[in-house]
């Protein structure tokens, strides 16, 4: 059915429509329908093919009756003209959507419920061939979209191919656009499936894909590296257990936090990864990395399916822990990954019940070491009181022996001693009158010495008292004279200060008043005489009752028009013809 749009602007819809003119919402834009004439719309009619050749030729025809007319001035169609016959070209060429692939580059939801995209087709090396607008109206988008979420369990996100049922539409206002009414699940889950295909073998080819996998499972944790989103759901749910197990001393969590969606996403978290590891320590390298989202829509797992975060995951030779967070969806890092967990809490989980296993471990170990000790103690006991017994035997031995010899030696000595005290007296008595002399002289010596010093100290104290005295007045006077300077500077800016403040709450006193007098005035010049004398009228009832609206207006038998140069009294007859009287 061939239909003939118009170009209607806004403001003149209401007149279309009562003339008729119907609204095309997939094209958003008004046609007449067949029983009802064109001539009516001649001002919104575009020139269809027909129309643009009489268009043409009309004027050519004017110029053989009109000899005056400038036969060389270029004839030609309006801009609106063109563009509508290209319009109808283009809806008469695609009249139904056909299937075609492309790649969704930009996506956004407005508060109306459409989906405005633009799409467009790359080649392999990733130069772009073709580029368009399209759109899925919400009416369209309420019933393909659900079924498509539930089929893939994913939405329309940008960075997808797409398989879609698009119809162009070229508008005169808008231009060209795609309008798309149906979207192939399929498609999109094999065009996904394939890229994680193409990083898998790429990585079997590269024979890393099982470097990660195969590393030494980690015999227990102490340090554990964690990469997530900032604001990850099931960050908090992780870091509740690790706090408990930080606050035992049992092992310690260092947290990075990266973008997970997004084309950059992936290249972000192998950075943070990359420059982390690289400034530790060897000593202090983690155990294992974890790497968690928990939550979100199922699509941005998309963004975790790359060939460089999967690269980086096989080459790090420590364990790597993924928990994404949904259970029946897994990504290229999970396959490739030491181990791969359903939830962030899974992996903590895990953790935890490695560090219980070797607490186990080391309990029964322990308890197998303590009773070693103890049968090793008992042993050592029996030998330390055989040894004990036989050390008795001997010692008793060696006292009765050395109490014989102590016996004969007592005896020299007594007697060597006696003599030798004999000696020692005479000398003492002998050296206790030389030191006596000789501290008599000394102290004598040392008072001389005294009262001199003493003399020369209190000459030299009074001088130092003096000296400081004098500098404290000096300081005191500079001080002084400083502090009067500068109050005196002070009080002077304030008063300028003062005096500026003052000027500027005058001028702005005085500007208040004149525009509040301007405003005032303005005020007191409105009313309805001035409406009035602008050429509108007013509507009034018997009771002098102002009338705004047509349907109250419809109740009333007689009305009074109020004009700028009188009033005119009118009798209601119907909502559509009235008397006037004067």
């Not at 075609?100 to 459409?114: F, G, W």
């Not at 084309?263 to 420059?275: D, G, K, Y």
């Not at 304030?494 to 007098?517: T, Y």
Request: net charge neutral; hydrophobic share 40%.
């Amino acid at each position: 059915m061939n239909r003939h749009y118009l170009n209607v602007p806004f403001q003149e819809k209401d007149e279309a429509k009562a003339l008729g003119a119907r609204f095309d919402w997939d094209r958003k834009q008004w046609y007449v329908p067949q029983n009802v004439s064109l001539t009516l719309f001649e001002r919104w009619m575009p020139a269809e093919s027909a129309t643009n050749t009489q268009a043409i030729i009309k004027p050519v025809q004017a110029t053989v009756t009109e000899p005056s007319q400038d036969l060389t001035k270029p004839i030609g169609m309006s801009l609106s003209q063109l563009l509508a016959g290209v319009s109808s070209i283009v809806a008469q060429a695609w009249s139904e959507g056909v299937w075609a692939v492309m790649e969704i580059v930009n996506l956004r939801v407005p508060h109306n419920n459409h989906v405005y995209l633009e799409v467009s087709e790359r080649t392999p090396d990733g130069r772009q061939v073709a580029f368009a607008r399209a759109m899925i109206w919400a009416d369209t988008a309420s019933q393909i979209l659900p079924e498509f979420e539930r089929l893939t369990g994913a939405q329309l996100q940008t960075g997808i191919k797409v398989l879609v049922r698009a119809r162009p539409v070229f508008h005169v206002q808008f231009g060209f656009s795609l309008q798309i009414d149906g979207v192939d699940a399929e498609f999109t889950l094999g065009h996904l499936e394939a890229r994680r295909r193409e990083i898998r073998e790429r990585l079997q080819r590269e024979k890393v894909f099982d470097n990660n996998r195969q590393l030494e499972p980690v015999w227990d944790f102490e340090r554990v590296l964690v990469v997530s989103p900032k604001d990850a759901a099931g960050l908090g749910d992780f870091m509740a257990e690790a706090a408990r197990l930080e606050q035992f001393g049992l092992c310690q969590f260092t947290y990075l936090h990266s973008r997970f969606q997004g084309e950059t996403a992936a290249r972000e978290i192998a950075n943070v990864l990359e420059q982390a590891l690289a400034a530790m320590q060897p000593q202090d390298l983690p155990d294992a990395v974890v790497i968690i989202r928990g939550g979100g829509a199922v699509n941005d797992l998309a963004w975790l399916d790359n060939y460089d975060l999967a690269r980086t995951v096989c080459d790090l030779p420590i364990p790597v822990l993924t928990g994404i967070g949904h259970q029946r969806d897994s990504t290229i890092i999970d396959e490739v990954a030491h181990m791969r967990f359903d939830t962030p809490s899974k992996v903590i989980v895990a953790i935890e019940t490695r560090i219980r296993e070797r607490a186990r471990e080391a309990a029964l170990n322990a308890q197998t070491l303590f009773e070693s000790m103890r049968s090793i103690i008992a042993q050592a006991k029996e030998q330390i009181t055989q040894h004990q017994l036989d050390v008795d035997q001997l010692a008793r031995a060696q006292i009765v022996h050395a109490r014989q010899s102590n016996l004969r030696f007592l005896t020299e000595i007594r007697a060597s001693a006696q003599s030798h005290l004999h000696a020692a007296q005479l000398q003492s008595q002998k050296h206790y009158a030389q030191v006596r002399d000789l501290s008599v002289q000394q102290l004598h010596q040392t008072t001389q010495k005294l009262s001199s010093t003493f003399l020369q100290l209190q000459s030299q104290t009074r001088e130092q008292i003096n000296r400081c005295a004098s500098q404290l007045n000096r300081e005191y006077e500079f001080v002084l004279s400083t502090t009067r300077t500068i109050n005196q500077q002070q009080n002077l800016s304030l008063s300028m200060v003062l005096r500026n403040i003052f000027e500027r709450a005058h001028h702005q006193v005085v500007l208040g008043r004149q525009v509040s007098e301007s405003l005032i005035g303005e005020i007191l010049g409105q009313g309805p005489q001035k409406t009035l004398n602008r050429g509108f009228a007013m509507v009034r009832d018997r009771q002098g009752a102002v009338i705004t609206d047509s349907s109250l207006a419809a109740t009333k038998q007689h009305l009074t028009i109020e004009f700028r140069d009188g009033d005119v009294d009118v009798i209601v007859q119907s909502s559509q013809k009235a008397n006037i009287s004067n």
